[in-house]
């Protein structure tokens, strides 16, 4: 049973990224143009949002967009810029996800991680010049994505 919700999940994942808006975000683009994707969704990230929280290893994200769906679960999407206000980072916060479901989409999605002791685990996408990683949160599991030549 399983292995096949695994199955379905990654069937999902394969074609949930291209009805996300965000996932048209490119790396660079600055607060205007990512507001404009939203359909006017983004809006300033909020204390108690935990997709707005400083995940290890990155920055204090400055935007949020709420209620979206990714891989078949609910979930929250934050946004940092750098000084120059070109995004160089996004947050997926999946509250109440499960941290092993999530390494095995990954696992199906991306292959095997950089280096398969470390931990937390950190995934390549050359594709789309991005590194993800997954991480815990409170009351949930997060991905970082974050552009390679930053890292």
Same mark, same amino acid.
């Given at each position: 049973m399983r292995a096949l919700f695994l199955a379905v999940m990654l069937s999902v994942a394969g074609s949930a990224p291209a009805n996300a808006w965000w996932q048209y975000a490119e790396w660079g683009m600055n607060g205007s143009q990512l507001a404009s994707a939203s359909g006017g969704r983004l809006a300033p990230c909020r204390a108690d949002a935990p997709a707005c929280a400083t995940p290890p290893g990155g920055v204090l994200p400055s935007r949020l967009v709420e209620?979206?769906? $990714?891989?078949?679960?609910?979930?929250?999407?934050?946004?940092?810029?750098?000084?120059?206000?070109?995004?160089?980072?996004?947050? @997926?916060?999946?509250?109440?996800?499960? $941290?092993?479901?999530? @390494?095995?989409?990954?696992?199906?999605?991306?292959?095997?991680?950089?280096?398969?002791q470390a931990t937390p685990k950190v995934w390549r996408d050359t594709r789309r010049g991005t590194e993800l990683t997954a991480?815990?949160?409170?009351?949930?599991? $997060?991905?970082?994505?974050?552009?390679?030549?930053?890292r």
């Amino acid at each position: 049973m399983r292995a096949l919700f695994l199955a379905v999940m990654l069937s999902v994942a394969g074609s949930a990224p291209a009805n996300a808006w965000w996932q048209y975000a490119e790396w660079g683009m600055n607060g205007s143009q990512l507001a404009s994707a939203s359909g006017g969704r983004l809006a300033p990230c909020r204390a108690d949002a935990p997709a707005c929280a400083t995940p290890p290893g990155g920055v204090l994200p400055s935007r949020l967009v709420e209620g979206i769906t $990714m891989v078949g679960m609910a979930a929250s999407a934050s946004f940092a810029f750098d000084a120059a206000d070109k995004l160089n980072q996004t947050v @997926v916060y999946f509250p109440g996800g499960d $941290m092993g479901l999530l @390494v095995s989409l990954l696992r199906g999605i991306y292959g095997t991680p950089v280096d398969e002791q470390a931990t937390p685990k950190v995934w390549r996408d050359t594709r789309r010049g991005t590194e993800l990683t997954a991480l815990p949160a409170a009351q949930g599991v $997060m991905l970082l994505y974050r552009p390679i030549a930053a890292r």
